[in-house]
């Protein structure tokens, strides 16, 4: 199983990006797929998790309304559009992929470990 991030970038205050997590390995039917971020000095924290049965979406208060999550099956890749983007999700962003029990532990104890995880990408918002 291989999840690679991409799309991170630095823009302003206000300004919009796209994060990209092409998955190989793995169909979304079975897993349930989720973005996590760590600021620096600060602990991982997750973002969104989408699960695939039911379909269902949760996101952070922190970036709900702002940010949405969605899956492109026929690609293979989850999305994470992000939107009036601030300073403070300045981090690097990571996608992750497990079962949907994996993945909601992960969303209350983020440290842990016992899922697919793929290489982050750099977002920096400047004020």
């Known amino acids: 199983v291989q999840l690679q991030a991409s799309g991170g970038g630095s823009v302003q205050a206000g300004g919009s990006l796209r994060l990209s997590c092409a998955v190989s390995g793995l169909t979304f039917d079975n897993y349930a797929i989720a973005w996590f971020r760590q600021a620096p000095g600060k602990e991982r924290e997750g973002v969104s998790f989408?699960?695939?049965?039911?379909?269902?979406?949760q996101y952070a208060d922190s970036v709900k309304g702002r940010f949405t999550m969605s899956v492109d099956n026929a690609k293979n890749t989850v999305y994470l559009q992000m939107n009036n983007l601030k300073p403070e999700d300045t981090a690097v962003y990571y996608c992750a992929a497990g079962t949907k029990d994996q993945v909601l532990r992960l969303w209350v104890f983020p440290d842990g470990q016992n899922a697919y995880w793929g290489v982050g990408t750099q977002v920096t918002v400047s004020s």
């Open positions: 989408i699960l695939t049965s039911p379909r269902t979406t």
